[in-house]
Nanobody, 130 residues
């Protein structure tokens, strides 16, 4: 089955850290742009960090720069999102998505095409609360 599967979400206190994983199955991520998006209740979806899997180029939304780090493990066909210094406003469902047709930055910011991306994961909940 061709899919992206996220994991690693949970409940964490402010200031804590999490590492989210997005594993691709049934296809290789080579050639894809892949990224992380989040949606909080009542808010629009936001592209927070994206990567061109082949060359490793990255994009970060201004709101997360310095706290979020996207990385990849070629052997595991998996992309990670390290989230440090978590804030309550980071609470959201985090999704990963991948598409062949975009650069890292375009994947994250081209909102009008988000629903047509090749793959979306099912999402993982991140809750930041004391």
């Amino acid at each position: 089955q061709l899919q992206l599967v996220e994991s690693g979400g949970g409940l964490v206190q402010p200031g804590g850290s999490l590492r989210l994983s997005c594993a691709a199955s049934g296809f290789t991520l080579d050639g894809y742009a892949i990224g992380w998006f989040r949606q909080a209740p009542g808010k629009e979806r936001e592209g927070v960090s994206c990567m061109s899997y082949s060359d490793g180029s990255t994009y970060y939304a201004y709101s997360v720069k310095g706290r979020f780090t996207i990385s990849r493990d070629n052997a595991k066909n998996t992309v990670y999102l390290q989230i440090d210094s978590l804030k309550p406003e980071d609470t959201a469902v985090y999704y990963c998505a991948a598409d062949l047709a975009y650069t890292a930055r375009a994947l994250c910011v081209t909102t009008e095409f988000w629903d047509g991306y090749d793959y979306w994961g099912q999402g993982t909940q991140v809750t930041v609360s004391s």
